[in-house]
């Protein structure tokens, strides 16, 4: 059962893509990388959307005003998304980087009309998700990634987050850094390091993530925790008619990383304010713990279990670790963290090596540049920079 109290009481990010198009040319290229720059661009977007459509009326309330009601439950928000207005500037966000596309360019032959089309199928709620195709990516591990025409699902996608994004990020606590403007992998790790400059209290660590994250959300505890957030019966049939449309959560869906926060955000509540963990960092489904005590972070793994599998219907995988930060330092986000400095991850490294070796360009360069400037990599940048003829 769910745990009532919890669902109640609390106001309401793995792995996951926004490249949901059928031109699938650039999916060799660091995926990482782009997805975290089409994060950002997302996140800049959906708050041009909320100054000009929340504004207007989609829930006449500032962010800080979410806050404050934060436990009530919201109405009249799904005209607001199939507005005309709102459906273009969807439009504008979803092609942004993409217009040479093949699903961009087949739109806008007709694109004024497409979203007259669009407006009506939702208003009168007969739009339904088109059908799915797939790819696989291989690093760093294989993942199979969903695509969606542009038309009309990918606009709808961002018509939908135009209203619900800052929304749902003021529910989010400041413990979780996945796909959130300003925080993501680096603010992760700005905090993690800061956390770690306690060395007494910041002895051991517990890490784990959750068995197969997106493909094992069940839909009917996500939908409840929707009605927990939302009465508009409209946007509710909009949402369920989206997450029905595949099992679990789609890899790849532009929803799909906003869902999967959200369905976390009860538990990172529960972690702070129930169980009172004073640091505890969670990315997707990865996460941190640190104490001073082995013991206690063996009993908190039991209990994260039980709420877990009792409230969302996850699995703690097996791999979980429970073990001294000076014994192997703390892999996660990309870097391994010790008390005494931080280094890019070995299987991040070998990747920048092959591209210097193979396919040396600005663009991959800088990509992994943004990752190597924030930890200590000094030597390593010269050697791989300067000496392109070695890997390590």
């Not at 000009?52 to 009249?76: F, P, Q, V």
């Not at 409840?224 to 008619?241: C, G, I, N, S």
């Not at 029905?244 to 929803?255: F, K, Q, R, T």
């Not at 104490?291 to 791999?319: P, T």
Request: charged share 25%.
């Amino acid at each position: 059962m769910l745990q009532e109290r919890w669902f109640s009481s609390v106001g309401c990010s793995g792995f996951s893509f926004s490249n949901s198009n059928y031109d699938n040319s650039n999916t060799n290229t660091n995926v990482s990388s782009h997805l975290c720059k089409d994060f950002k661009r997302n996140a800049d977007l959906a708050n041009m959307a909320k100054n000009k459509i929340l504004i207007k009326g989609a829930s006449n309330a500032s962010e800080n005003d979410l806050k404050s009601k934060g436990m009530k439950r919201l109405n009249n928000l799904y005209e607001k998304i199939y507005s005309i207005e709102n459906l273009e500037l969807a439009d504008d966000n979803a092609r942004k980087g993409k217009s040479s596309q093949y699903g961009v360019q087949l739109h806008d032959k007709n694109k004024e009309q497409n979203i007259i089309t669009l407006h009506e199928m939702l208003k009168n709620k007969t739009y339904k998700t088109s059908k799915y195709s797939t790819f696989f990516i291989y690093e760093p591990k294989e993942r199979e990634v969903f695509r969606l025409p542009y038309f009309p699902d990918r606009i709808t996608h961002h018509a939908v987050m135009n209203i619900l994004e800052p929304i749902f990020t003021v529910m989010f606590t400041t413990d979780s850094y996945s796909c959130i403007k300003g925080k993501g992998i680096h603010g992760a790790a700005r905090s993690l390091k800061k956390a770690l400059i306690s060395t007494n209290e910041t002895k051991y660590c517990l890490k784990l993530d959750i068995t197969k994250f997106y493909p094992n959300i069940d839909h009917d505890v996500l939908k409840q925790l929707l009605r927990r957030k939302f009465k508009d019966a409209e946007l509710l049939w909009l949402l369920d008619e989206i997450i029905d449309s595949a099992v679990g959560l789609p890899i790849g869906n532009y929803l799909s990383q906003y869902f999967a926060n959200f369905y976390l955000t009860y538990f990172d509540h529960w972690i702070k304010e129930q169980k009172v963990v004073k640091r505890y960092f969670r990315y997707a489904d990865d996460i941190v713990v640190l104490a001073d005590n082995k013991q206690y972070l063996h009993q908190l793994l039991h209990d994260i279990r039980i709420y877990l599998n009792g409230n969302l219907k996850l699995q703690v995988k097996q791999n979980y670790q429970v073990f001294p930060v000076e014994a192997r330092g703390i892999d996660f986000v990309g870097y391994v963290f010790r008390h005494t400095h931080t280094r890019l991850r070995k299987s991040i490294k070998k990747r920048f090596a092959r591209m210097i070796r193979y396919n040396k360009n600005k663009a991959s360069i800088a990509s992994y540049y943004g990752w190597a400037k924030h930890c200590n990599s000094k030597n390593l940048l010269k050697k791989l920079l300067n000496d392109t003829g070695k890997t390590i």
